[in-house]
């Protein structure tokens, strides 16, 4: 009996094979090269992006911050027995525990430092960091009585665009003309400047916002402020 011969049909078969793979291989180094020449746009979206998730988490513990001051008042603490010493002092566990923002028995906001991800590269004084404090007036709230502010200090100007964009729809910070920043956004008692009334002639983009973020005449520091209670 005579047998077919198959060695034809296995090289022709091996050599498609060959072929076959020696495409894949192409279309795997060609979707490399193409994902590498898109390297820079791709990067920036998601710097883009994680600059947004930043802008909005500063923006979610201001709002926890409201909220807790808010419970606060609610509960009958007066806005001028409202506490704001920090669980790093050591004179937290002395005193009125019910009227201090960051004590349990208070109100319970756990305290939080700004990731390095979200500051400013400077370092001034004083530190980035978020503050809560009653220590000036703002002009265009209800009376010239404290109120009470939070700030995001020293933080990115990327940053703080992004966070002006999604309170305004527009990213332009607004500078305060004159005095210290610190003056007006951090209580002196954490290392700001003399504190004085926070004034609309200082900041007239400001006016009429519980929360903005502003930049100081240098250019150089960047906050963001949001009025927690208001007399």
């Known amino acids: 009996m005579k047998y077919p011969d198959k060695t034809n049909k296995t090289e022709a078969g091996n050599a498609f094979v060959y072929v076959l793979l020696a495409v894949v291989?192409?279309?795997a180094l060609t979707l490399v090269l193409s994902r590498g020449q898109e390297g820079d746009s791709t990067a920036g979206e998601l710097d883009d992006a994680k600059i947004e998730i930043y802008a909005n988490n500063i923006i979610q513990y201001a709002a926890a911050a409201q909220r807790t001051i808010d419970q606060?008042?609610?509960s009958g603490t007066m806005i001028d027995d409202i506490d704001f010493i920090l669980p790093s002092d050591a004179a937290f566990e002395t005193g009125?525990?019910?009227?201090?923002?960051?004590h349990p028995d208070g109100g319970g906001l756990s305290p939080k430092q700004i990731?390095?991800?979200?500051?400013?590269?400077?370092?001034?004084?004083?530190?980035?960091a978020f503050y809560i404090g009653r220590f000036?007036?703002?002009?265009?709230?209800?009376s010239s009585a404290e109120d009470i502010i939070f700030t995001a200090w020293q933080i990115n100007e990327r940053?703080?665009?992004?966070?002006?964009?999604?309170?305004?729809?527009?990213?332009?910070?607004?500078?305060?003309v004159g005095p210290d920043l610190s003056?007006?956004?951090?209580?002196?008692t954490f290392g700001g400047a003399a504190n004085g009334d926070f004034d609309i002639v200082e900041c007239p983009s400001c006016e009429g916002y519980p929360a903005l973020c502003i930049q100081s005449d240098s250019g150089t520091i960047n906050a963001y402020y949001q009025i927690l209670a208001s007399q």
């Open 25 to 27: 291989l192409f279309a």
């Open 72 to 74: 606060m008042t609610i």
């Open 96 to 102: 009125s525990d019910i009227n201090k923002v960051y």
């Open 115 to 128: 990731p390095d991800n979200y500051k400013a590269e400077t370092t001034p004084t004083p530190p980035a």
């Open 136 to 142: 000036n007036s703002v002009e265009w709230t209800e």
């Open 159 to 176: 940053v703080c665009a992004k966070i002006n964009e999604i309170i305004t729809g527009s990213s332009t910070i607004p500078k305060i």
């Open 183 to 188: 003056s007006r956004l951090v209580d002196s």
